[in-house]
């Protein structure tokens, strides 16, 4: 079977950039992304390309090249639902705000309604697509609904789990380290799984894509973040302990990097992971677990998330520390909001977390970020509800320059490695602070001795201040 018609449900940070590629490389195919956020689309839609939903390097050449040929945004999911033979369903799946699994189990609330909408707007068999991030034996779910309420039409479920990382999206599609299709080994499944094959190896070299059952795919994606997101608080334990002992973590890093069982990526000790996915992933697994009475499975995956919490929260005690064990009333410039660069995402941004913590010690923060608007960043701390939304207008101010930022500080803290800051004036930036001016790098992008030379008291992760 050949795929012409392609329909995405979920216009987000996987849908829009996943889809705009697909159509990119395979111009015969028509590729309808929709979604129900109205805003959302218009600004898919919007002629200026920056100011399309999505920031990420190189996304504006692949959309204006495939946009209006064979690339569409719409709200009108019936119909493009109705005209595809292949259906992506790439909603969010937070995690649970409320009721049985609140805190830990992923919120699949908007998986099912779409699935319904499947069911309900289809006309023709169709192969559905998870592309969205799912417990393990979700498809089960779907299939359950599709079956028993889809006008007896034939639905194939596959799982299409996405790896692309925020910041590098569009080279990630371009060129994936692999991409991975889960489905039934049936002739029928066989056949859904072949057509997904053959769009992808529109690119995509053809021993790059990996084919199991739908429960293996499933389990590989919330794997393969689990893996990742131990990996960062594997190396940020370790920066604790070079602070304590006169170790450099980058040092370390380097050094054990090398060994080719270990490799060099992901050993970078920062103030914690941020993003949608690391922690809601994670919290899915470990309440999987627990459902399965794996406890000591469990255990084990949940002191990930643990430690990345308090790599936060020991970045905010340090600079309580540092600026002699009060902030209230002292300004504090924050250079990022975004979880990590080269995106406008904030979802649990360790700069959330850190602002609310010197916040409930009455520090006044002002903050830069390239890419983030201002907006954003009080809908996140009142997110927090930790204290009323008038409060945080009043302590925290958004600013369009870094330089504006950090005047009159008594701290500058990188939350963020955005490149502009590496080469920001840091001498103006010193002569602007008060003194002592105390610079706090959360993400090790500057040079300690360059910075010390400056005259900055100058404080890194996993680098000794003694
Ligand atoms: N963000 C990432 O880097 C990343 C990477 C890999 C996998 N994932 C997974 O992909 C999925 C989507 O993530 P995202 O970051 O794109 O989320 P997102 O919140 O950016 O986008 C989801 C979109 O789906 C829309 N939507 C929800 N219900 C809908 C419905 N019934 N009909 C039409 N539209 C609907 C929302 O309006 C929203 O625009 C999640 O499961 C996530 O875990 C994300």
New binding site residues.
Partial sequence: MKVKNICC???????GPTMSVIAQKCPEIKVVV????QE?IDAWNHEDLSQLPVYEPGLDRVVAEARGRNLFFSTD?NSAIEEADMVFI????PTKTYGEGKGMAADLK?VE??AR?IAEASKSDKIVVE???LPVRTAQAVKDILHNTGNGLNFQILSN??????GTAIPDLEHPDRVLIGGDDTPEGREAIQALVDVYATWVPREKILTTNVWSSELSKLTANAFLAQRVSSINAISELCEATGADVEEVAKAIGTDSRIGSKFLKASVGFG???FQKDILNMVYICRNYQLNEVADYWEQVIKMNDHQKVRFAKKIIKNLYNTVSGKKIAFLGWAFKKDTNDTRESAAIYVADYLLSERANICVYDPKVPKEKVYTDLDYLNSRSSEENRKLVNVVNDPYEACKGAHAVAILTEWDEFKILNWEQIHDLMLKPANLFDGRNILNPSEMNRIGFRFNAIGKSDK
Avoid: H
């Fill in positions: 449900i979920g216009a987000g940070y996987v849908g929709v979604d129900i956020n959302r999911v790439s909603v969010n799946t908007w309604l779409c909408q592309k969205s991030t789990p996405e790896f692309l990382a925020e993003g949608s996915c």
